[in-house]
């Protein structure tokens, strides 16, 4: 999820004895690790460290998703596999509509698949562009728009910030410079059911457009009235991390209980209008970690 100098050197000053286990062996020497059950607040990893400051007093770094909730919560329960495309879905997503499953500017039968391919933007989130893009079609897939994403999917959306003085930009990397390569950060976190309706809640209220709030870089606003937020001690996810091979980055979490609808429209407009992150794609999930000795004790 890092630049390997960058997340060598901070494996490095967080004392982790290697960035990597043997198989079949959790990894050890490692600070608590995420995505975890987050109704479940036992955990006896010994790492502990202090909580990041709120969302508001640190710099916006970086925002991205993932397909499926990397999560398990009391409004994300639904196991969808325990591959790079496995995860949890919310609740009430096998009920929609055909409407509410179809596309705009899709027929309403291929409106929602399954196939949400590879990391073809290789910035180690996983679970990439579900079609290669083109110099035609740089988004890939015959249409504009936001990709490996249809509606019907859930989604967990991370709004990720840094104590760093630093601009928002592509990738984790964007979360620290040179001059700070050990920073605090925060992962606010959202879980949406994607869905084809004008009502629902619309992507860009959530998104980065230069807002400065007190001398820092903030998104428009962040989700609220989908429950009290669970705060916790964690580390990066995505794809190239397990049970087996842990991330290095200290992590203060908080992530919303309950999913919100989220109109796929709007998703779209994001990525059709260009991002500073570059984003255009969903990515994959890493699985779930159960090892106790992996997880902070939730407070």
Sequence with gaps: MLPAFPRLALAL???ATALASPAFAICTG????????ISNTYGRNPVTFGM??????????NIHTHTNAEHMGPGFSIFAGDREHGGFKCSGSNNLTEEELTRPGKPAKAAHGDDHGDDHADDGHGGGDSHAASKDDPHGG??????AVEPGDTIEVHWVYSSCNIEPG???GACLSDGCA???LRVESQVFLVVNDPNALDFMDFVY?????NGLHQPRSLPTGTGTPVVFRGSTTGTSYDQNTCSPLQVTW??????????????DAWADAGNVFEENHSHGVRQLVTSPELLAPIE
């Design 52 to 61: 990041a400051p709120p969302a508001s007093s640190l710099n916006l770094c």
């Design 13 to 15: 000053a967080l004392g």
């Design 254 to 267: 908080s992530v919303r209980p309950r999913c919100a609808r989220l109109d796929i429209s709007s998703l």
């Design 170 to 172: 592509k990738g984790l």
């Design 182 to 184: 050990n920073p605090q």
């Design 209 to 213: 457009r230069g807002t400065m709030r």
């Design 142 to 147: 015959g249409h504009g728009g936001f990709q």
């Design 30 to 37: 490692f600070g608590p690790q995420t995505p975890r059950d």
